[in-house]
């Protein structure tokens, strides 16, 4: 199936390089996004990256995400697949294995079942991971308005879990993944994407 999905720490530029990707395809293509790519998603957006004033606890932050999935994949990217669309969608399960699993330090084979749960065994064929040094993402990052949500304010050391995990999760299944560099300008990350589709989707 033709799904294929953008992963990356903050500020990597996956979600205009998501953009420029989808732009490839037309019509053919869904462009969407977690979290928020539903109306439920959307007031489960707002719940998790705004600031509370009691710590958030991590399995609930991690089931809010896999909430949010849950809808996602039976509002929205199903159907797409069904019609034939090719699904292009910045950020999905990676995400939560990344920064819940490996940077707040869930169970990963917990968060494997869960997904299992909430996607009905939905995975992308295709994970492009825009990869860069976390403090040349974080300075990207925190140079946008409003300043940091609550995922981003935290410290260096979670990115850089964070982005140890995403390495990880490539070098043991290279047949999904590609990992591009995620350095220089937007043409140039543009032009790596598309080298590292290739083909896809075949
Ligand atoms: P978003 O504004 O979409 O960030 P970005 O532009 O970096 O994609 O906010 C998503 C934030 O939520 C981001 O900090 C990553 C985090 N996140 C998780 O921690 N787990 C998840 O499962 C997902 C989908 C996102």
Same mark, same amino acid.
């Given at each position: 199936m033709p799904f294929c999905t953008f992963e990356g720490?903050?500020?990597s530029g996956k979600s205009t390089q998501a953009a420029r990707f989808a732009a490839r395809?037309?019509?053919r293509a869904l462009l969407t996004r977690e979290p928020g790519g539903t109306e439920l998603g959307r007031g489960v957006r707002e719940l998790l990256l705004t600031k509370h004033p009691h710590p958030v606890a991590a399995a609930a932050e991690s089931l809010l995400f896999f909430a949010d999935r849950a809808q996602h994949v039976s509002?929205?990217?199903r159907p797409a697949l069904a019609a034939g669309q090719v699904v292009i969608c910045d950020r999905y399960v990676e995400s939560s294995l990344a920064y819940q699993g490996? !940077?707040?330090?869930?169970? $990963?084979? =917990?968060?494997?079942?869960i997904a299992a749960f909430a996607t009905g065994g939905l995975r992308p064929d295709l994970i492009l991971l825009l990869d860069l040094p976390v403090e040349a993402g974080l300075s990207r990052a925190r140079s946008r308005a !409003?300043?940091?949500?609550? $995922?981003? =304010?935290?410290d260096v050391a979670f990115h850089e879990r964070v982005?140890?995990?995403y390495h990880a999760m490539a070098a043991a299944d290279p047949a999904r993944w590609r990992v591009v560099d995620a350095t220089g300008g937007e043409?140039?990350?543009?032009?790596?994407?598309?080298a590292a589709a290739g083909e896809w989707p075949r």
């Amino acid at each position: 199936m033709p799904f294929c999905t953008f992963e990356g720490i903050e500020g990597s530029g996956k979600s205009t390089q998501a953009a420029r990707f989808a732009a490839r395809f037309g019509a053919r293509a869904l462009l969407t996004r977690e979290p928020g790519g539903t109306e439920l998603g959307r007031g489960v957006r707002e719940l998790l990256l705004t600031k509370h004033p009691h710590p958030v606890a991590a399995a609930a932050e991690s089931l809010l995400f896999f909430a949010d999935r849950a809808q996602h994949v039976s509002e929205r990217l199903r159907p797409a697949l069904a019609a034939g669309q090719v699904v292009i969608c910045d950020r999905y399960v990676e995400s939560s294995l990344a920064y819940q699993g490996y !940077g707040r330090g869930l169970d $990963l084979d =917990a968060l494997q079942r869960i997904a299992a749960f909430a996607t009905g065994g939905l995975r992308p064929d295709l994970i492009l991971l825009l990869d860069l040094p976390v403090e040349a993402g974080l300075s990207r990052a925190r140079s946008r308005a !409003g300043g940091p949500d609550r $995922l981003e =304010a935290e410290d260096v050391a979670f990115h850089e879990r964070v982005r140890a995990g995403y390495h990880a999760m490539a070098a043991a299944d290279p047949a999904r993944w590609r990992v591009v560099d995620a350095t220089g300008g937007e043409d140039e990350v543009a032009a790596r994407v598309a080298a590292a589709a290739g083909e896809w989707p075949r």
